[in-house]
């Protein structure tokens, strides 16, 4: 029979025995303060309460900050990606050639400039032929004119001589033959009056139509060049030298970079807590970082993942970042109280909750469950505790609730 196993098992369970109904002990002795059985530990023979006020009175020293309530910042992480302000394709109106030489991607364009000019081919006689129309249409018009004055003259002769055949024939001076004829020039000069108005009419039509046949003309030419519709950055070719165009035909797909937005996508729980206009830094996968404000928040959750898109607009002077590009951010909300405690600070309890150690009024450890606000290059900042505080940073986890300690505290520069 093998006695090493044996002798092990029996070590293995002393030890857990140890560790499990004598970590008081253990713990005291370990920070040197047990003192000797015969000053500290409580008669073999005395009760139980008493052996337990024995142990309650060992100190274990401890490492403490005093931490005042501040009020911080709160911020929600959102993951998404940058995008253009703008992205426009360039497309033509008209149909024709290509005349002009190519713009490559990646070249700067300004608002206005040309990017595709087309060939005019009969477009410009079009306009001459119009401007002809409305100068002929311009002439006729004053003769149409004078022939309704002419007319309306007429009308008054005639009128003149009615009223004048009809008294002499009243007074039997005239025959009814004559008072007919003079009702019916009447009714002729009338006529020759309404034809007068339809000429002159005709002569206005003539110029409108022409007008238009010049404007028509006119847009027609100016459709033969396509240009930037704003400052960016031509994200194709343009179209090539020769290349025929239709209309509906792209020629350049132009991009805006500056501003630029930051897409982002938050959750349901989340969406509440921002407002149009907070402020908001984003961090890209290549380690830059920028700041800017958020211009959008949706009203309508994505259908499939339930998630409301947010964007960020911020500056990008030179045109660094690019669209595309992976980027997180953090957007601040109203500040809350916390406080900024070293990570190191933080421990779970027996039902892993976190928290952490603080000393009582009574100089006891106690254990204090805290919600993890956020992680920062100075610390942690936490909510769930009282304005006023004194954290256990050194000495935490060797101790647990009711336990006295022995407390020295930290200077804030430390």
């Not at 005291?28 to 009760?47: H, I």
């Not at 421990?347 to 009024?361: E, F, K, P």
Request: aromatic share 4%; glycine share 6%; with cysteine.
């Amino acid at each position: 029979m093998r006695i090493f196993p044996i002798i092990t098992a029996a070590i293995v369970m002393a030890a857990l025995f140890l560790l499990v109904f004598q970590r008081d002990r253990i713990l005291a002795f370990a920070s040197g303060e047990m003192a000797p059985v015969t000053e500290q530990a409580a008669p073999v023979d005395a009760p139980p309460a008493q052996a337990e006020a024995g142990i309650a009175e060992r100190r274990v020293r401890v490492l403490a900050l005093h931490s005042l309530a501040q009020l911080a910042d709160s911020a929600i992480l959102a993951r998404g990606q940058t995008e253009a302000a703008r992205q426009v394709v360039v497309k033509s109106e008209t149909s024709g050639l290509i005349v002009s030489e190519p713009l490559r991607r990646g070249a700067y364009v300004t608002r206005d400039q040309a990017l595709c000019v087309l060939d005019p081919g009969t477009r410009q006689a079009q306009l001459k032929e119009a401007q002809a129309r409305l100068m002929e249409a311009t002439s006729r018009l004053p003769e149409s004119e004078s022939r309704l004055i002419e007319a309306r003259a007429r009308v008054s002769e005639a009128e003149i001589n009615a009223r004048a055949a009809t008294r002499l024939s009243q007074d039997g001076f005239a025959s009814e033959t004559r008072v007919a004829a003079t009702i019916a020039a009447v009714e002729s000069a009338r006529a020759g009056v309404n034809a007068a108005q339809s000429g002159v009419s005709a002569a206005t039509a003539g110029i409108r139509s022409a007008e238009a046949g010049i404007e028509a003309a006119e847009r027609e030419i100016a459709r033969l060049t396509l240009t930037a519709p704003f400052d960016g950055l031509l994200e194709t070719d343009t179209a090539e030298l020769g290349a025929l165009l239709q209309p509906g035909a792209p020629c350049a797909t132009v991009i805006q970079l500056d501003p630029i937005k930051l897409v982002g996508f938050l959750a349901e729980t989340d969406v509440d807590k921002v407002s149009v206009g907070a402020m908001a830094r984003a961090r890209l996968a290549s380690g830059r970082e920028t700041v800017g404000r958020v211009t959008f928040l949706s009203r309508s959750a994505d259908p499939l993942t339930r998630t409301f898109r947010v964007e960020v607009t911020v500056a990008n002077d030179g045109l660094n970042i690019r669209d595309g590009q992976t980027a997180e951010l953090m957007i601040a909300t109203a500040g809350k109280p916390a406080h900024l405690l070293p990570a190191s600070a933080l421990t779970l309890d027996d039902d892993g909750r976190l928290g952490i150690r603080a000393v009582n009024s009574e100089s006891r450890a106690e254990f204090m469950p805290v919600l993890l606000q956020r992680d920062t290059v100075e610390g942690v900042w936490v909510e769930g505790l009282p304005d006023a505080v004194d954290v256990i940073v050194v000495g935490q986890e060797f101790v647990i609730d009711g336990v006295a300690v022995d407390v020295t505290y930290k200077d804030v520069a430390q």
